[in-house]
T-cell receptor, first 108, second 112 residues
């Protein structure tokens, strides 16, 4: 059974801080997705990773396949980054299994 | 390029009724997946369609069904609605199975 564990559940930061959200996953997951969900429901796909590191603007995602661990970093955080961040693992059947999400609040 | 479009955005139904939700994928995308999001269970996979065939199915009762048309548009149907079916239903499309998924805004279903 594919499983995804995400931490922390809640994170509060001051504007400008460097933020890290972690995700551990089980054997059988071959690709890791990072998603962002703002109040109101819409989900935005941030990254899909199966190895290495990806960067988009102030967002960086890394994955360590041996340790089955991925991190999402936000540099120079801003109040508009406040959202729920969700990691999701895809296995050989590509069914996504989701973490419970991290509620990030960035205060000005 | 238009994103994933889900209709309707909001829906209120009565217990026992049935409901059909629609998802239009990004042009050129042939894979459509459906997810249910509730406060208690989080996001859960419902099913995935590719080229009009259901490729994967999550652990949901048979009241939940779906289909995909030749133009890749997909519908999901929930029959005999229960209060616990109240949720945000999201669909996502990708070019092919396992590729990066792009999500729609969701349909918020309330069962009363």
């Amino acid at each position: 059974k594919n499983e995804v564990e995400q931490s922390p559940q809640n994170l509060t930061a001051q504007e400008g801080e460097f933020i890290t959200i972690n995700c551990s996953y089980s054997v059988g997951i071959s690709a890791l997705h990072w998603l962002q969900q703002h109040p109101g429901g819409g989900i935005v796909s941030l990254f899909m990773l199966s190895s290495g590191k990806k960067k988009h603007g102030r967002l960086i995602a890394t994955i360590n396949i041996q340790e089955k661990h991925s991190s999402l970093h936000i540099t120079a955080s801003h109040p508009r980054d406040s959202a729920v961040y969700i990691c999701a693992g895809g296995g050989s059947n590509y069914k996504l299994t989701f973490g419970k999400g991290t509620l990030l609040t960035v205060n000005p | 390029k238009a994103g994933v479009t889900q209709t309707p955005r909001y829906l209120i139904k009565t217990r026992g009724q049935q409901v059909t939700l629609s998802c239009s994928p990004i042009s050129g995308h042939r894979s459509v997946s459906w997810y249910q999001q509730t406060p208690g269970q989080g996001l859960q996979f419902l099913f995935e369609y590719f080229s009009e065939t259901q490729r994967n199915k999550g652990n949901f009762p048979g009241r939940f069904s779906g289909r995909q048309f030749s133009n890749s548009r997909s519908e999901m149907n929930v029959s005999t609605l229960e209060l616990g079916d109240s949720a945000l239903y999201l669909c996502a499309s990708s070019q092919t199975v396992g590729a990066e998924a792009f999500f729609g805004q969701g349909t918020r279903l309330t069962v009363v």
